[in-house]
């Protein structure tokens, strides 16, 4: 949901004709979204059947972890922040956390005082007081979480941006106003919460062999896991393009279209996978050599640009020259 106003009121708590309102919902006023900012919850289920995709959180443990710190319902929707640069305003009291990659931040009050807030931890956000989020030294997604939840209308039974198919609120915007659900019934029981940091360095994921890993020549699986791969700045919520060993096929032509799941690794002509994230689209026509392991698709959503990824594989898979 983006735009100057919400029910009728501006940012500023006034209406279009410039009456100030008392007791205004509360609310999220955005100042500036930094490089990308989404509205996130955990995705849209069953829909697959109609061409719409799950979408949702790139990194679902920590929007599970930023709800379960506010005594939020699991799905309750977040603000999923890429490389900082956040600033939000309050409209009202809020209770808020901050999870995923670890930011500077910091709250500066109405009277000009300005504070440090930690990470994975309860905080206070009073009446009129400014967030700002830092550049994370580490890691890629940062996830804001207040408790209530952002209360944007849903879309399909959710309220996450899809940025390939465009369901979903729109990319907040300087001067959106995110209202904040009502607080749950329940109250947080710890304001600290130990979380392990992204990895800096050689990013370790566990894949499977992909249901067309026979489309390539011997060896490939074993060259996937042989040397690194960079992730590429061609990179977004929809997959990280790698640059890394050519994965060389057996056969030439392309697939019909077929279904397609997060982590899958897909391989185009270039012999360069795309490893797919939260946004991936529903079918696709190459053939996917491996798919990332479920518990790993999180660690593979905190990757940046330039960053190495070492693919290993699991179970009793042993490499073969067929």
Known sequence: MSGATVNGTTANGTTANGTTVRGSRRALVVLAPGPLTTVQDLGRRRHGHLGVGRSG???????RLANRLLANPENAACLEVTLGGLKV?????????LTGAPCPAT?????????GIGHASVERLPDGATLRLGVPP?????????????????VLGSRATDLLSGLGPERPAPGSVLPVGPAPAEFPVADLAPAP?????VLMLDVLPGPRHDWFTPGALAAL???PYEVTAQSDRVGMRLRGPRLERARDGELPSEGMVPGALQVPPSGQPTLFLADHPVTGGYPVIAVVRDHHVDRAA?????QRIRFRMAGDHRFTDR
């Not at 709250?107 to 504070?115: I, L």
């Not at 580490?138 to 849903?154: F, K, M, N, S, W």
């Not at 940091?197 to 360095?201: D, I, L, R, V």
Request: hydrophobic share 30%; charged share 30%; glycine share 14%.
């Open 57 to 63: 959180a790139a990194d679902r443990g920590a929007l």
């Open 89 to 97: 305003r309050a409209t009202g009291d809020l209770l808020v956390t």
């Open 225 to 227: 896991c042989a040397e």
């Open 138 to 154: 580490r890691g890629l997604r940062t996830y804001l979480a207040v408790r209530g939840g952002i209360d944007v209308p849903e």
């Open 107 to 115: 709250v500066t009050c109405p009277e000009g005082r300005t504070r």
């Open 197 to 201: 940091e992204p990895e800096s360095g």
């Open 302 to 306: 905190q990757a940046r640009p330039g």
